[in-house]
């Protein structure tokens, strides 16, 4: 089966730091995806994760366990631009298919 | 083209009425995909290409739905005798190639569709 799961909504402060967590349940799992998107425009890739432990882009970070089917997106110092949806997705070995969950709807307040 | 282009943008339709939505890939990605966005889930796989082929049609939902692609380039995605149901933002991507090294996929800003 196939099923990924993440919060449906997450608020917090400007200059904080916010965790979203990311778990999933997928046959022949190969990596795991994290889009942004904002609010009427396309996602956009943020990070791709196949080997466990954290990669880190500037104020975004991700991190993987394999083992434990689990990821978190780590945003730093947010900055009201970061308010998005954050979609988590995985990919199967040998497969084309991104298999999505329902996104995380970040919200920034000053 | 410097992104995926999608049209077109809005769409409202009357149920029953036949709807055709566009997808312009980025130029030398050979592979485009569907996707299907509901109001607050998850984005939901509808079909992919690589080149002018649709090796999988598994996540079209009924056989009102179809899609082709020419040239290697530009698809259409043809919803048949709308329902209802089938409103939503329909979202295509492409990438290099299927499969490839990240699997990043570049995404359209989307077609909404709704249908009354």
């Known amino acids: 089966g196939q099923n990924i799961d993440q919060p449906t909504e997450m608020t917090a402060t400007e200059g904080a730091i916010v965790q979203i967590n990311c778990t999933y349940q997928?046959?022949?799992?190969?990596?795991l995806f994290w889009y942004q998107q904002h609010a009427g425009e396309a996602p956009t890739f943020l990070s791709y994760n196949v080997l466990d432990g954290l990669e880190e882009k500037g104020r975004f970070s991700s991190f993987l366990s394999r083992s434990k089917g689990y990821s978190y997106l780590l945003l730093k110092e947010l900055q009201m631009k970061d308010s998005a949806s954050y979609l988590c997705a995985a990919s199967r070995d040998s497969s084309y298919k991104l298999i999505f969950g329902s996104g995380t709807r970040l919200l920034v307040r000053p | 083209g410097a992104g995926v282009s999608q049209s077109p943008s809005n769409k409202v339709t009357e149920k029953g009425k036949d709807v055709e939505l566009r997808c312009d890939p980025i130029?030398?990605?050979?592979?485009l995909y569907w996707y299907r966005q509901s109001l607050g889930q998850g984005l939901e796989f509808l079909i992919y290409f690589q080149g002018n082929s649709a090796p999988d049609k598994s996540g079209l939902p009924s056989d009102r739905f179809s899609a082709e692609r020419t040239g290697g380039s530009v698809s259409t995605l043809t919803i048949q005798r709308t329902q209802q149901e089938d409103s939503a933002v329909y979202l295509c991507?492409?990438?290099?190639?299927?499969?490839?090294?990240?699997?990043?996929?570049?995404f359209g800003e989307g077609s909404r569709l709704t249908v009354l």
């Open positions: 997928t046959s022949g799992f190969n990596g």
């Open positions: 991507a492409s990438s290099l190639e299927v499969g490839s090294s990240t699997g990043e996929l570049f």
């Open positions: 130029s030398g990605h050979t592979a």
